[in-house]
C-alpha cells in the first residue's frame, strides 16, 4: 500500500493557499496548512471551499521568519512535499514596508530551505516566485530565462529567494522548484489587487452600494490566469522528476482599463473613457454618469508597464495549459462580487 503523501503550504489564508490545499485534500494527501498570528486572523477562504474543517487538514500558527519556529515546523508536520506560499505579495504595500518585506519574501524562504537542510533534504520545496521579477522586461514575452529586472521592493525580495532555491538545489542537492507566476486571480483575491478591487466596485455599483470607482494607472498590461488552474501547475512542478525553473501564464495580456470594460460589461454597462492619463473618466454610454475615474494616489513610485508570459516549458514539460479565458474568469468574479455585496458579505 502507498503511503500517504504529506504537505505543508504555508500562507494556507492566501488565495493560493486556499485553492491548493483544497487540490492536495482532493488528492489524498495529509495537509498542514500554516498562517501568521495577527490580531485578525481570518479563514474566509477555506471557509467558501468548504474545507477549513477537513480530518486531513491541520491548521498551525508559524512565522516564516524564525528558523527554529521553521526546523520544529518541519519536524512535527514531516511533510514530503513543501509549498511555499506565504509572502507580503502586495506590490504597493512594498514600497511603503521595504525592509519587513525583504524579511518575509525574500529572507524567509530561506528559512525554510535551511530548515530542509537539518531536518531531512529529501523533501520537496516549491518556491512561489513571480512575473514581477520581470519587472521592466528585457524581452517580449517573458520566459524561464528571460533576463530579470524587478521594479519595486517586493519583486527585489522575490528574486532573492528565486536565487536561493536555485542555489539550494545546485550546492544541496535539494529538490527545490521555483514557479515564475503571473498574475493570476479568482473570487478569492483579496480586495487590495486590482482585478478584484475592480469586480468588487461593479458590483457594488450595480447595487447601488457605490457610485465611482477610482483606479490609478490604467495603461498596465497584465497577463491574467485562472489561480485554480496555477495551484495544479504548483503541484505537478513537484511530481517532476527533477526540479526545475517554470513560467505559468497564459500568453494574452490586457490593460487595466481592458478589465475594467470587460467586468462592466458583464453586468451589461458599456464605458466610454475620455480625458488625459492622470485624470481620465470612464462614463455609463447609455447614461452618461461617471462611473470610473483615474486618481493618482494610487500610482506606484515605480510601474511594471507590460507583463506577458510565455507557458511553453510548463505545457511540454508538465502538461500544463491554462483554459479559463479572462472573459470567463471575469465573469466569474463579477458573480460571485455580486452574490457577496447581496448577502452583506464584506471579504
Ligand atoms: C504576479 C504578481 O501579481 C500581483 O502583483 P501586481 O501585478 O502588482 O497586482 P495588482 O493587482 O496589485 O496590480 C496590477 C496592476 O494594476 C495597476 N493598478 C491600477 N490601479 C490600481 C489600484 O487601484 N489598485 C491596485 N492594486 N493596482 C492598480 C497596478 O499599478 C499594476 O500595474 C500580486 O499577486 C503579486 O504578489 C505578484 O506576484
Redesign the pocket.
Known amino acids: 500500500m502507498q503511503k500517504t503523501k504529506k504537505a505543508l503550504v504555508t500562507g494556507i489564508t492566501g488565495q493560493d493557499g486556499a485553492y491548493l490545499a483544497e487540490l492536495l485534500l482532493e488528492k489524498g494527501y495529509e495537509v498542514t496548512g500554516t498562517y501568521r498570528r495577527t490580531s485578525s486572523v481570518n479563514f474566509w477562504r477555506i471557509e467558501e471551499l468548504g474545507i477549513q474543517s477537513h480530518p486531513n487538514l491541520k491548521l498551525v500558527e508559524y512565522d516564516l521568519t524564525d528558523l527554529g519556529s521553521s526546523i520544529r515546523l518541519l519536524q512535527n508536520a514531516q511533510p514530503d512535499e513543501i509549498y511555499n506560499l506565504a509572502?507580503q505579495?502586495?506590490?504597493?504595500v512594498s514600497f511603503e514596508q521595504p525592509v519587513t518585506t525583504a524579511e518575509i519574501t525574500g529572507v524567509g524562504p530561506v528559512n525554510l530551505l535551511e530548515a530542509i537542510r537539518i531536518v531531512n533534504p529529501k523533501i520537496r520545496f516549491y518556491q512561489a516566485s513571480?512575473?514581477?521579477m520581470f519587472g521592466k522586461v528585457q524581452a517580449v514575452p517573458q520566459k524561464e530565462d528571460t533576463p530579470f529586472y524587478p521594479r519595486?521592493p517586493?519583486g527585489v525580495a522575490?528574486l532573492y529567494a528565486h536565487w536561493m532555491t536555485v542555489n539550494y538545489r545546485e550546492s544541496y542537492g535539494i529538490f527545490g522548484s521555483s514557479g515564475i507566476?503571473?498574475?493570476?486571480e479568482s473570487p478569492l483575491r483579496g480586495r487590495?489587487?486590482?482585478?478584484r478591487?475592480i469586480t468588487d466596485a461593479v458590483a457594488k455599483i450595480h447595487l447601488g452600494l457605490l457610485d465611482v470607482l477610482?483606479?490609478?494607472?490604467?495603461d498596465?498590461k497584465?497577463d491574467w490566469g485562472f489561480a485554480k488552474e496555477y495551484v495544479e501547475g504548483m503541484w505537478r512542478m513537484l511530481q517532476a522528476d527533477e526540479p526545475g525553473t517554470y513560467v505559468l501564464a497564459t500568453n494574452r495580456t490586457e490593460t487595466?482599463r481592458d478589465f475594467v470594460a470587460m467586468a462592466f460589461k458583464a453586468v451589461d454597462v458599456t464605458l466610454e473613457w475620455s480625458g488625459a492619463a492622470d485624470h481620465e473618466i470612464g462614463t455609463c454610454k447609455k447614461t452618461g454618469k461617471v462611473l470610473v475615474r483615474v486618481n493618482p494616489k494610487?500610482?506606484?513610485p515605480a510601474?511594471?508597464?507590460l507583463?506577458i508570459g510565455d507557458p511553453a516549458k510548463a505545457q511540454q514539460e508538465l502538461g500544463w495549459k491554462p483554459s479559463t479565458t479572462l472573459e470567463q474568469l471575469c465573469q466569474m468574479m463579477v458573480e460571485a462580487d455580486l452574490r457577496r455585496n447581496k448577502a452583506g458579505f464584506s471579504f
Open positions: 509572502a505579495s502586495f506590490v504597493g513571480t512575473s514581477e519595486s517586493y522575490k507566476l503571473f498574475n493570476h487590495e489587487f486590482v482585478t478591487k477610482e483606479l490609478g494607472n490604467m498596465a497584465r487595466v494610487f500610482y506606484r510601474e511594471v508597464e507583463l
